[in-house]
Every structure is written in C-alpha cells, then in structure tokens.
C-alpha cells in the first residue's frame, strides 16, 4: 500500500472491521487458512486475531518450508554428513530440524562436516576450497526459493565446479492447497493465500480452488490492513457465492507472476510427487533437477543406502498443526517439553514455524483468544 498515516491507517482498519462485522453472521464459525509463516507472525505482531470477530477463526498451515521438509529427507543430509568426503552446506536454520534419530546441530558438534553459508552462491568458492570433499547443498523451499536455488544450479555448472551438487526437496504450493482442500477432517472456508510464494507463481496456479474446490481464497501482503482487506475478500466471496482468487497484494503480484523465474524452473526442473512432513505424500507437489542439470542432484550421483526413517517424535503434533486440525498450544509438547530453545518438533525450529509464532508471541500478545 502506499505511505499513508497512522490516523488514516487506523480509519481504513475501523471501515474494515466493520465491512467484516457486517460480512459476518453472528454466532457462525469460520475458519480461515493463513498459508504462509510470515502471515501468521504479521497476524500475530499486528493483533488481528484480536479485532476479529468471535466465530472467525485464523488457523495457521503448511507455510514453512523448513517445517514441511520431511524427516527422511533430514536422514539423507544427516547420511551425507557422515561421510569423510562430503561437506553438507545449508541456511542455518536446518540444522535443528529433526531427522529420526539426530539433527545436523548435534551431528556437527560431533565432528560431521556441517558447514552454514548465507546465499546458494557460496557453494561455489566452497567447492574450489575443497577440492578433495563434494559438497552437498540442502536445497529446499517453496517457489520463492526455487528460482533463486535454480539460479546457483546454473552458476555452479557455468563456473566448471564439479564438485558440488545439491539435495533437493523443493515444495509446490498449489498442490498442497488442493490437498487441504480435500482432507475430511478439519472443515476450511477459504484460505489466505501466501505473498511471497504469489509474486513468483502469480494469480493463475490457484485458479482451481474456486471452480474445482468451490474456495474462496485471497493474496495478501503482509500488512495488518492487506491481511484484514483479504479476510473480507474472503467473506465478501462466501457471502455472494462469486467465487474468484483475490488479489490485496496487486502492487508486487501479477496475474501471470514473474515469467523470468518460471521460465527458469521449467528449464532446469520436473514435478514429481513428494512428502510432506506429517502430512504424507502429495501428487505433484515436489521438483527434481532435470536434463543436463541432473549432473548435480546428489541422490543421483552421491547414492545413499536404503535409510529406515522413523516416526515423529512421541507426542509431538506437527502434522496436525500443519493442516491446520489444531492449534500449536493443543499440542500437549508446546511451551513445555518443545520450546523454542530446544524444540521437539519442526514447527518450534524456524521463525517462521507456526508453534514458533505461537510461542514467541501469543502469549506477550494475548492473541491466544479475543477480545469481547
């Protein structure tokens, strides 16, 4: 949105909460999906839970990247951090993600070759300072991510490194919408859709939630007035039965998103079903290098043994939380044996994991309950 005053920010959130006040029908519960983990932090720092309405209800989903990122997959990089010749290179905020039996924060303080960089492109000078170990880049994340991993997958084979190569569990988002969509349990009445994720895909690849799932959905920024504005899209939707994809993020999200990182996906990469953490596997929803690039997937040419993973930690509820069938505090591990200082679960481990957000500011916010 443009610059705009506290006084006038504060009346344009007043004529909001009104339009939804009057959207809403008293005493009906409706639940709405925030996809994205930076949608619910925004919900939380900006107290909208608060200003809502009694009987609409803001649930947090799938929206993390690293809490989705299956614990085989953390099996693997814990597998290839074993290794003598091998150096896993990750964001530093993997390495307390839970594999079966460890994480690479506790594999690393054990001697493992476990090295945190801060941008995809310093896997390139890591390999030419290693030119006796292969290094293994943790390539994860969601369309905003994959075209930036995209982008140093063709850097690493422009630079003739033959050395680096990279784990992929990339995630789609569209897909696992249509999942949640789906499921039995857990009724949702539209979703927040996410921002970030939006700008790269544009409005288009949601275009299945109003015809085929009958959903009324919206992009939001990441304003307390953006996410207010997309909430009553939302009703605006289910009170008409004209159901469309809405767009309250228009400054920075096209119809058609960004056609230089699309292209670039397509080039390098395939879809192909992929899991999801307590969640389980959903069609068409994971990537996979292709073509010339599949020189440097590391399952490929760093084969692995078969791996038996686990189940989730005992007690631990992630699954649940990511689809949205129960809030992070209904997990009976949150705020007692998972914190954020030694977490049980993925969705303790990033900033932007929704047990995180729930810990860290439902209780200083009050946005546990609302307001009468």
């Not at 999801?276 to 068409?284: A, E, L, M, Q």
């Amino acid at each position: 949105m443009n610059k705009i005053t506290l006084q006038e920010k504060t009346q344009i959130a007043k004529e909001l909460l009104k339009d939804i006040r009057d959207l809403h029908t008293e005493g009906e519960i409706v639940r709405l999906m925030e996809v994205c983990g930076t949608h619910t932090v925004a919900i939380f720092r900006e107290g909208i839970r608060q200003v809502l309405p009694k009987g609409i209800e803001l649930v947090s989903g799938p929206g993390c990247p690293v809490c989705v990122t299956d614990q085989s997959y953390m099996d693997k990089a814990l597998a290839y951090a074993a290794m003598d010749n091998v150096i896993v290179a990750s964001f530093g905020d993997m390495l307390k993600v839970p594999g079966t039996e460890s994480n690479l924060w506790e594999a690393k303080s054990r001697g493992a070759h476990v090295h945190i960089i801060y941008s995809p492109l310093e896997i390139i000078e890591l390999g030419k300072a290693h030119p006796d170990k292969m290094i293994v880049f943790l390539a994860i994340g969601f369309e905003t991510t994959i075209a930036v991993i995209a982008a140093a997958v063709k850097a690493v084979a422009m630079s003739g490194v033959k050395n680096v190569f990279f784990l992929v569990s990339h995630k789609l988002v569209p897909p696992a919408l249509r999942a949640l969509s789906n499921q039995k349990e857990g009724r949702l009445d539209g979703f927040i859709l996410p921002g970030h994720v939006s700008v790269i895909i544009g409005e288009e690849p949601y275009a299945f939630l109003p015809t085929e799932c009958k959903m009324p959905s919206c992009i939001a920024g990441f304003d307390g007035l953006e996410i207010l504005a997309a909430i009553r899209d939302i009703l605006e939707q289910r009170k008409s039965g004209q159901l469309h994809v809405g767009n309250q993020y228009k400054s920075v999200v096209a119809k058609k998103g960004n056609p230089v990182a699309i292209k670039l996906m397509d080039e390098l990469y395939e879809v192909i079903d992929d899991t999801w953490r307590g969640i389980g596997v959903i069609p068409n929803s994971g990537l996979r290098l292709k073509g010339e690039y599949a020189a440097y997937d590391a399952e490929r040419m760093i084969p692995l043994d078969p791996i038996e993973s686990g189940g989730a930690p005992k007690g631990c509820q992630c699954g649940r939380v990511l689809q949205g069938l129960i809030r992070p505090d209904e997990c009976g591990l949150f705020g007692t044996l998972c914190t954020a200082d030694h977490p049980v679960g993925a969705c303790m481990v990033s900033v932007e994991g929704s047990c995180a957000a729930w810990y860290k500011y439902g209780r200083a916010s009050g946005g546990l309950t609302w307001e009468e």
